[in-house]
C-alpha cells in the first residue's frame, strides 16, 4: 500500500516540471565568465554567494562558482538596465576587435623587425629535438647525403654517365627532403595555442607525405626522363675511376646512416613492445622512418648505378648505364608509394594495438561501478598521443552506494521526516540527484586516471601522454531515485 502511493507522490512531482527560468537560474558561472560576459569586476563578486564544486582538471580539486541569477541581478545593479548592460557589452567588443588590429599590426612589424636584425631570442626546446631520437638521425642524414649530393654532381660532370645523374638527382632529393623532415620535426614540438589546440604532432606525418611525393616526382621522375633520353641517345663516357671512387664513398657514408636509423628504430620499437618490421610498416615514427627507406633505397641505388656502370666500362655499351637510370628511378618510386601510403593512413587516425586496446576495456569492464562499455576507439594521434573513447553505462546503484558511504545517515534521516509535501519531496530529491551527478563525475575522473595508469605501465618507459573523451551513457537517474527512496523514504511514508 505504500509503494503505490510513493509512485503516486513521484508522478505528481515529476507532472510539474517546466524547465524554465526556475531552474535555469540555478546554473552555475565561474568568475572568469561571470566578469567578461556581465562586465563586472572582481570586487563586485565578492558579495555575492560563493560555491566549491569538483574540479574537471586533475591538478585541482575544487574551484569557485557562482550561481547565474546572483550574477544577472549584480550586473542590474552595476549598470541599471538590460539596455546599458548591452550597450556596455558592444562597446567593449568593438574595442576587443582595436585590440586585437592593434596587436596583429603590432606582430607583423615585430616579425619584420627580427627578419632585418635577426631573432635571437633562445629556442631550447625546439632545438633540442636535433641532438637526439629522431631529430638525429635526421641532422645526421643531411650532412651526409649534403656531401654525397655535391661529389657526385661532380662525378657526373666529369663522366657524363646517366646513372651517376641518377644517383646525384637521388642524394640532391634525399637531402631536400631531410630538410623538410627537419621543419616537421621543429613544428611538430611547438606549444599548442588557440587555433590549434591539440597542438603539431602530425606536422610529422605531414612533411613525411610531402618528402614522398617529392622523392616520386624529383628522384624517380629526373631518374627516368634522364634514362630515357640515354636510351634514345646513348653517349659515349669518359673514364669511371673517379666515380667508382665516389659510389664507394658514398655506399660507405649511405651505409652509416642507415645502421643510425636502424638502431634508432629498434630502440623506439623495443620501448612500444613492438616488433621492428610492424612498428617500420606502421610508421610509428615517420621521421626515422623516411631516412631508412631513403637509405635503404640510397644503398640500393649505389649497387644498381655501379653495376650497371661497370657493365658499360666492360662492354662499352652505354644503354646498361641507361637502364641502371630506370632501375634508380623504379626504385624511388616504389619508396615514395610506400611513404604515401603509410603516412595517409596515419593521419587518417590508427586505432592502437589491439592487445593494448584489450587491456584497457578489461579494466573499464572490470570496474564495479561499469555495467557495460560499447563503442570503444582507441586512435593514435602521434609521438606517443593516444586518444581514447568509450561510451559507459554505469551501474546507478554502485554509485548511489558510493555518494550514501559519505553521508550523515541521522541527518539524512531527519531530512526524510520534515518531508510533508510533495513540493518538499522534490527539494530533497533534486538536492540529492545533484551530489550524486557529481559523486558519477568523481567516478569517471578515478577511471580517467587508472586508465592512464595502465597504459603507460604496459608501454614502460616511452614518454606518452594519453587523452580521454569518455562518452557517459547516464541511465541511471532513475535508478538514483528509487533507490534513495527505497531505501530511505519508504519506511516514513
Not at 630538410?179 to 606525418?205: C, E, W
Not at 613525411?208 to 659515349?236: E, K, T
Not at 550524486?436 to 604496459?458: C, F, M, P, S
Amino acid at each position: 500500500s505504500q509503494s503505490p502511493m510513493l509512485n503516486q507522490l513521484i508522478k505528481a512531482v515529476l507532472k510539474k516540471r517546466e524547465y524554465g527560468p526556475k531552474y535555469t537560474q540555478n546554473n552555475f558561472i565561474t568568475g572568469v565568465r561571470a566578469i567578461n560576459e556581465f562586465c563586472l569586476k572582481s570586487s563586485d563578486l565578492e558579495q555575492l554567494r560563493k560555491i566549491r564544486r569538483r574540479s574537471p582538471h586533475e591538478d585541482t580539486e575544487s574551484f569557485t562558482v557562482y550561481l547565474r541569477s546572483d550574477v544577472e541581478a549584480k550586473s542590474l545593479e552595476v549598470w541599471g538596465s538590460p539596455e546599458a548592460l548591452a550597450r556596455e557589452k558592444k562597446l567593449r567588443k568593438e574595442a576587443e576587435i582595436e585590440y586585437r588590429e592593434r596587436l596583429f599590426r603590432n606582430q607583423k612589424i615585430l616579425r619584420e623587425y627580427r627578419d632585418f636584425l635577426g631573432n635571437t631570442k633562445p629556442r631550447s626546446r625546439t632545438t633540442s629535438v636535433f641532438f637526439k631520437g629522431p631529430g638525429k638521425v635526421v641532422m645526421v642524414a643531411i650532412c651526409i647525403n649534403g656531401l654525397n649530393c655535391f661529389f657526385k654532381f661532380l662525378a657526373w660532370i666529369y663522366t657524363g654517365s646517366a646513372s651517376m645523374f641518377s644517383e646525384a638527382i637521388h642524394s640532391l632529393s634525399d637531402t631536400c627532403n631531410q630538410g623538410l623532415l627537419a621543419v616537421g620535426i621543429s613544428k611538430s614540438v611547438q606549444t599548442p595555442d588557440p587555433t590549434h589546440p591539440y597542438g603539431f604532432s602530425n606536422m610529422r606525418y605531414i612533411a613525411s607525405l610531402i618528402s614522398g611525393v617529392g622523392i616520386f616526382m624529383m628522384g624517380a621522375g629526373l631518374s627516368w626522363y634522364h634514362g630515357i633520353m640515354g636510351l634514345l641517345n646513348p653517349q659515349p663516357m669518359e673514364s669511371l675511376l673517379w666515380a667508382y671512387c665516389i659510389l664507394a664513398g658514398s655506399l660507405a657514408s649511405e651505409g652509416a646512416t642507415l645502421l643510425v636509423a636502424v638502431n634508432e628504430l629498434r630502440r623506439s620499437a623495443r620501448a612500444k613492445g613492438m616488433s621492428f618490421y610492424k612498428y617500420v610498416m606502421e610508421s610509428r615514427d615517420p621521421s626515422t622512418n623516411v631516412i631508412l627507406l631513403e637509405d635503404t633505397a640510397a644503398v640500393l641505388g649505389v649497387t644498381i648505378a655501379a653495376t650497371c656502370m661497370g657493365l658499360t666500362s666492360i662492354t662499352g655499351n652505354p644503354l646498361y648505364d641507361s637502364l641502371g637510370s630506370l632501375g634508380v628511378g623504379t626504385l624511388l618510386g616504389v619508396v615514395s608509394a610506400f611513404l604515401i601510403y603509410t603516412n595517409t593512413e596515419a593521419l587518417l587516425g590508427r586505432s592502437i594495438q589491439p592487445e593494448q586496446v584489450q587491456r584497457l576495456t578489461e579494466l573499464l569492464e572490470n570496474d564495479p561501478s561499469v555495467r557495460a562499455i560499447h563503442d570503444v576507439k582507441a586512435t593514435d594521434l602521434g609521438l606517443g598521443k593516444v586518444r581514447f573513447k568509450a561510451e559507459v553505462d554505469f551501474d546507478g546503484r554502485v554509485v548511489t552506494r558510493s555518494y550514501l558511504e559519505k553521508q550523515d545517515f541521522d541527518q539524512m534521516l531527519q531530512e526524510i521526516q520534515e518531508v510533508k509535501t510533495p513540493e518538499e519531496l522534490e527539494t530533497f530529491m533534486l538536492k540529492h540527484g545533484e551530489n550524486i551527478i557529481d559523486t558519477l563525475g568523481a567516478e569517471v575522473d578515478r577511471l580517467e586516471k587508472e586508465l592512464k595508469v595502465r597504459y603507460i605501465h604496459n608501454n614502460h618507459n616511452a614518454s606518452c601522454f594519453l587523452e580521454y573523451c569518455v562518452c557517459v551513457t547516464m541511465l541511471i537517474i532513475s535508478q538514483v531515485y528509487v533507490y534513495l527512496l527505497s531505501n530511505l523514504m519508504v519506511h516514513d511514508w
